[in-house]
Each structure stands twice: as C-alpha cells, then as structure tokens.
C-alpha cells in the first residue's frame, strides 16, 4: 500500500487552530488596555485613506510595519494641464502585488494587470467576485447575477478555469476542485480589491496559471475600529446578509472578522428559442436552482517586533445549490422509442430519462488558513524575507435523490501549501525576487456505490526568480524563471510520474512619452494535472491517463492617455497550448469513448476529463474610461477571442471555437459620482457568438434508442460546434445616501427583459432588482 499522509488527523487540528484563533483574538479584546487603542485623529497624517491602512500579502510590505526601502516610484510629471475639480485622473497609478511579487503600479508592470477597486465593486452592485468581475477586458464570464449556475464559467483570454489561477492573497484556490471553481461562492465581503493579471504567470504563481490569474487582495486589519453591516433582498428569494468588523487589539495586534449569508430560490420563467427544432420555443420554471451559502473569515495581524511582523488569515465556507448540467426541460410528451423487447413505444421525455440531468445538486464545506511572516533584512531596508505556511481543505459532494434513494460522489481534498521568498533591492534599477514553492496533496474520492473510488497524493514542488532591471528611467525589463521538479501521483492503484519543466518569461515596457506606453510579454507555461484532474467523481470524473499542459503565451500592448481624465488600454494576446484540458461525453460508436471504457470502466453518457492535443487562442482586449464633465465617467471594454480548437479529442470537435467561450465579449455606460455620496451607473452588456458545449454541459442521450436504433437526444440539443446567438441587455446600480453611515443601494438587471440563452442550457431570468440598505461605524 502506498503511504498516504493522515489528512483526517490535520483536518480536524485545523479545526482546532481556528477556533483557538477565535477565541485567542475574542481574550486579546477583553485584556488589551483600551487606551492604547488609536482614534482617527491619531492617523491624519494618512489622510484617512483606507489605502494607507491597508498592507496587502503577498508583497514583501505585506505587514503592518512600515513600508521597506523599495518604494512606489513618484508618477511622472505630466504636460497636460490638471483636471479640473471633480475631475478624475487615469494615470495608472493603482498599487498592485499581482504583477510581481512586490508593491508595484499598474504603469510599471509589462503585463496586463486590471484592478478592481471597492468604488467599482460597489457600482456593479457586486455580491460575489464573479459579479466583480464583470465586464473586465480579457475576461468572459457567465457567473454573475440572478440565474448564475455553478456550472457557467469563465475564460480568461479563451483559456478555461482549469487553467487559470484562482488566488486569495497569492494562495492557490483551484486545486481544491476545478470543475466546482465558483466565482458565486466568494463574497466580496472582507475584500479589498481584486488585482486580474491577463496572460501566462506560471513564472509568477505556479502551473495553475496558464492563462492569467485573478488574485483576491482582501482587507487588512486597520489601526481604527470600523465596522458595516448590509442587508440586501431581491427577486426570486434574493437575501443577502453580511458584517464585518475590524480594529486594533493593542498596540501590535489587529483583527478583521466577517460573516455572510446568502440564499435564493432562482426560481424564475425563461423563454428560449430554437428555430428549427423538434420544439420551437422553450418556456418553463428554472427548477432546481436553488443557493444557500454561508461565509467567515477572520484575519490577525501582529507586529512581533519593528522589523518582523506575523500575519494569520483563514476563511470557512459552506453551501449547497443545484448544478443542474443542462437546466431546459425537455416538454415533450411523446416520443417514438424501440424498447427491450423490440416493440415500439411513444414515451415522454422524463420517461426516457431526459431530463434526468436537471436534479442533481452539490453540498461544499471549505475552510483554510495560512500564516505568514515577514522580516526586513538589511540596515537599508532594502530586502524582505517572507515565510508562508498554508492548509487548504475542501469537501465537495454531488448527490442526487432518486425513487426515495440519494445517491452521492465525494471528493476530500487538503492542501499544504509552503512558499519562501525574498525580495531584494539589488540596486536602484534593479530587484530581485527568488524562492521556493511546495504544495502537497492528497485526498479521497468515494461514493454511495463504492465507499473508496481512489486515494491518492501528489507533490509539487519548484524553484521561482523574477528580475526587474531599469537600463533607464522610462524602460522596465523583466526576466523570469520557474524551474518546476518532475512529481508523481501516487494511489492505491497506480502511480503517475510527470516530468519537470522550466518556464522562462520576459517582459518590456517602454514609456515613450508620459502619455503613451508600450508593453509586451512572452512565457512558456507548463501544467501538471492535480488530483481532481486524475481522480475526481462526480458530475464530471477525472481521468488518471491525463497528460501535462504545455505551450506558449504572448501579448503585446499600448496605454495611451490622451488627457489628464480618460485613458486607452489595449492588448494583442496569442496562446499556444499542447494538451489543454477540456471535457468528453462518452457516447456510442466512438473509438476514443471506446478506449476509455476499456482502461478505467467508463459508461455511456458519463463525463470526463480529457486533452484536447492543441488549442490556439488569440485576439485582443481594449478598455477605454474618459470623465468628460466633473463626477461624469463613460467606460466601455471590449474582448474578442478565436479560440480554436485546432485538434480535439473527438474530430468532430476540430476547428471549432472552444466551447461556450464568445467571439466577442464587452460591457459600456456611463456612471455620475457626486461629492455627497450619489452614485448611479447605466451598464450595457454585449456578447456574441459562442459554440455550445455537449460534451461538458450538454444533456446525455435517451435511455432507450430511436425505432431506427439511433440514440434520441433532448430537443434543445444541439450539434458539436453550433453557435448559440449573442444577446444585449441594460443593468442600472444606484447608490443614495441617506445620512453619513446609512446608504440605500439598488441594482436592477436586465431593464430590458430581454429573453435569452444565458449558457448552453441555461435560460437567463428576465428583469430583476435588489435593494438593500448598508451602514457603517
């Protein structure tokens, strides 16, 4: 037997360890000496901007000491005249970690880095980060909004959630189980912003990032007591509850804390059309699409000593919602079937057995914590030592009841998760940023058919440097490398090795004037599969023959600031990707299907994970903002992908756009921000053309065949490589003050109640609303 490591012994410590940092931080408020506590006053020469309070992870100022010698270049003097009051400026001067492993501005990093903001958060009335994430150039996504399911996704320059990076404060989110990666589950409760880096950063964050990365940033502790709570309903059972509270506990400590709760029924009428088909127009109740969830975080920060400080952040989640793999109930009462016996037969379609994908649901309990420290070395300041320990865990099960038995696949995974890295001022124009990253792990998948499917771990190794060198003061180099070690995953059944590979990365930018800018990168980018690639059950199963992504990504870009209050960002990106994961319906008469139903036991009309041998994806995204008159903004971004299959696990799959990823993608308004806290913004939302996508979400087949012996497929089917038709519809978010701490805040959707196919099965909701009321201390 192979020795596995004793996740069940670590989980339950882990759960110890919160509670005891609960209760730690709840004597720490009781014992501190209150007047040691600071008032606002105490901080003026910070000007009270949340900004200055906030230390974020993973850069190396990443404690609440004082800021390292390394500081954020002064912005360039600009010739332009300055705006006028209420004006806003674009001078890509937002501090991001994302780009690199240091505090840097968006204006001096290479690649394209986007970032989300709490002004911005709350003008697209966002509850989770999928809503955050809405209309970001380079990404597509359908996880936002009423009618969300788990089972929409999002692409990230045509690349799939399996190969992007989903980070909380630089730390891995993905592996706990990619196919239930859900952007819904992530409040944006105790968030301070979400930096979206666009492009290959597997130099920067390890295998998982292939194709970008979206990193969480949440909020530090602050030196002052503050503290909100909101209260939000809405159409279809819409309640949203969250609070947060945070402040010092003494002179050296600080807490945050945060809970959310969440529910909604989803349980609108949709109307879609399919011209042509067996049933023209589908219309009927979303069932099954039901979402609670339940959230806490709690965070320390401590400074041990002037140049040392200790971070402890940790979350806990737990819900339970539909995942409904094709969400359109198939109405027909009669259809034409050849049964056991030879005879035919006319039978609905529940009867047949297709609709039978529209019950399932999923139940999660998710938590993990990591502690973190960071030392400044040198008599300068100039370098920062950085020690991160992390413990992940996640329990994902999808069960289904059916004639009064419930029926269930498990997935258990923990995560460990070690990184070390230091950051250091070589000199004036140069850093340099090295070190070590190690995660491990390790799990079980079982059923309600078979108490233990695989037990497996895997071990993930590797070795990072970026260097950052100025030749001059408008010119920033950086040269990047990942060595990753070759790995084996090891089980019960068999054992897997994967080569190592080494990723090297460039990038330039050159800022020709103050108003324009040149960018360009270049990374080779290598991914592993980990444990719910090879082993996963459920809805979606994994495949233990999995081969190791690999390619190429490469974009090149312009920042162009015309006048002091609008800017013009745009990009040019092309990847090239071996082996990329996708998904397959094992259907009759294929030989590929064949061949698996042969090695690992597969059964018609299950869903696995496979290797698409080559995607090519390229295309270009642009975001344009210009304050044309004072507290006035009009904003549009724009993503266009060719996603191109150039050769599928199934030829009929080949040259076909990847599925359900838009030719073309984009948001655009305008928004009016007042001085006394009004706030309005008007969004239209546009997306084109996009394949459907049968071998991952689309229905099975009939458990009976046709009288002519050909498996009878769900009326709203449709064939590989067909396009679903692209929609528009009208958002409006409006925030109205009330008194100082008391808002009202509203967000309508879909103004226009337009009727369309959100996901390749999956009707949107027509017009809906929320309103809530928020306050704070």
Not at 176 to 190: F, I, M, S
Not at 267 to 296: C, L, Q
Not at 669 to 682: C, E, I, V
Request: charged share 20%; proline share 7%.
């Amino acid at each position: 037997m192979v020795p596995i490591w004793n996740f069940y012994g670590l989980h339950r410590a882990s759960r110890l360890l919160l509670a005891l940092g609960c209760g730690f931080a709840g004597t720490l408020a009781v014992v501190q000496d209150a007047g040691a506590v600071p008032t606002v006053s105490d901080l003026a020469a910070t000007g009270g901007r949340a900004a200055d309070l906030l230390v974020q992870e993973p850069s190396p100022a990443a404690s609440p000491a004082p800021e390292p010698a390394v500081p954020v270049e002064p912005v360039a003097s600009d010739p332009v005249p300055p705006a006028a009051v209420g004006s806003e400026t674009f001078e890509l001067d937002d501090v991001t970690v994302t780009g690199s492993f240091r505090r840097q501005r968006v204006r001096d990093i290479p690649g394209s880095v986007y970032v989300i903001d709490q002004k911005e958060i709350e003008q697209k009335g966002a509850r989770t980060v999928g809503d955050a994430l809405r209309g970001v150039p380079g990404v597509v996504s359908n996880l936002s909004g009423a009618g969300a399911d788990v089972h929409s996704t999002y692409f990230i320059r045509g690349l799939p959630t399996t190969s992007t990076a989903l980070l909380i404060d630089g730390r891995s989110l993905n592996n706990l189980n990619q196919e239930h990666v859900d952007l819904n589950e992530l409040p944006v409760a105790g968030i301070d912003r979400i930096e979206v880096l666009t492009g290959g950063a597997t130099t920067l964050y390890g295998s998982t990032a292939v194709g970008g990365v979206i990193n969480v940033i949440t909020k530090r502790p602050p030196k002052v007591f503050e503290g909100n709570v909101e209260v939000t309903y809405g159409s279809y059972g819409y309640s949203d509850y969250r609070a947060y509270v945070g402040g010092p506990l003494g002179e050296s400590v600080r807490f945050n804390l945060y809970a959310t709760y969440f529910n909604t029924n989803n349980d609108f009428f949709y109307r879609v059309e399919r011209p042509g088909g067996p049933v023209p127009v589908f219309e009927d109740k979303r069932i099954n699409g039901a979402f609670t969830s339940t959230n806490y975080g709690f965070d320390l920060d401590w400074e041990i000593m002037p140049r040392t400080t200790l971070n402890f952040t940790s979350y806990y989640r737990q819900g339970s919602r539909g995942i409904s793999l094709f969400a359109i109930r198939d109405p027909r009462t009669s259809i034409p079937a050849r049964d056991e016996a030879g005879n035919v037969v006319n039978l609905s379609a529940d009867e047949l057995g297709l609709n039978g994908a529209l019950f399932p649901r999923i139940l999660i309990d998710y938590y993990g914590f990591a502690v973190t420290s960071n030392t400044r070395l040198g008599e300068a300041d100039d370098s920062n030592l950085q020690v991160r320990l992390s413990y992940d865990r996640g329990r994902t099960t999808e069960q289904e009841v059916e004639e009064g038995e419930t029926e269930f696949a498990t997935n258990d995974i923990g995560i460990f998760g070690t990184r070390v890295l230091h950051t250091w001022q070589v000199a004036p124009a140069l850093n340099l940023s090295y070190g070590f990253d190690f995660l491990r792990e390790g799990g079980n998948s079982f059923g309600s058919e078979n108490p233990l499917i695989y037990e497996a771990a895997i071990s993930q190794p590797s070795l990072f440097a970026l260097a950052s060198y100025k030749p001059a003061d408008d010119v920033t180099v950086t040269l990047g490398l990942r060595g990753i070690f070759g790995t084996r995953a090891t089980s019960r059944e068999f054992n897997r090795d994967f080569n190592g590979a080494l990723t090297p990365s460039v990038g330039v930018r050159w800022q020709v004037i103050p108003q324009l800018a040149l960018r360009s990168t270049f990374s080779r980018v290598y991914k592993t599969p980990n444990f719910n690639d090879l082993f996963g059950r459920g809805e979606i199963l994994g495949n233990p023959d999995l081969l190791a992504e690999s390619g190429s990504t490469f974009d090149a870009g312009i920042d162009w600031q015309p006048s002091p209050t609008s800017l013009i960002r745009f990009s040019y990106f092309l990847n090239d990707i071996d082996n990329l994961q996708g998904y397959n319906l094992i259907e009759e008469n294929s030989p590929e299907d064949q061949l698996l139903i042969d090695k690992f036991g597969y059964e018609l009309n299950e869903r696995v994970r496979v290797n698409f041998p080559r995607v090519r994806s390229s295309g270009f995204e642009l975001a344009a903002s210009w304050q044309f008159a004072p507290y006035w903004t009009l904003f549009a971004t724009e993503t266009y992908t060719d996603s191109r299959v150039e050769q599928a696990f199934k030829p009929a799959y080949t040259q076909t756009q990847y599925p359900l990823v838009p030719f073309h993608s984009g948001r655009a308004g305008f928004s009016y921000d007042s001085p006394g806290g009004f706030r309005g913004a008007l969004f239209v939302n546009f997306q084109g053309l996009r394949s459907s996508d049968p071998l991952h979400i689309g229905p099975g087949f009939a458990e009976l065949n046709s009288p002519a012996g050909l498996p009878i497929a769900n009326a709203f089917a449709l064939p590989p490589g067909a396009l679903l038709p692209g929609y528009t519809t009208l958002d409006f978010s409006f925030r109205v003050p009330v008194t100082e701490n008391l808002s009202v805040l509203g967000y309508l959707d879909n103004l226009t109640n337009t009727r369309y196919e959100r996901n390749y099965g999956n009707g949107a909701p027509p017009v809906n609303f929320r309103l809530g009321l928020k306050a704070a201390f």
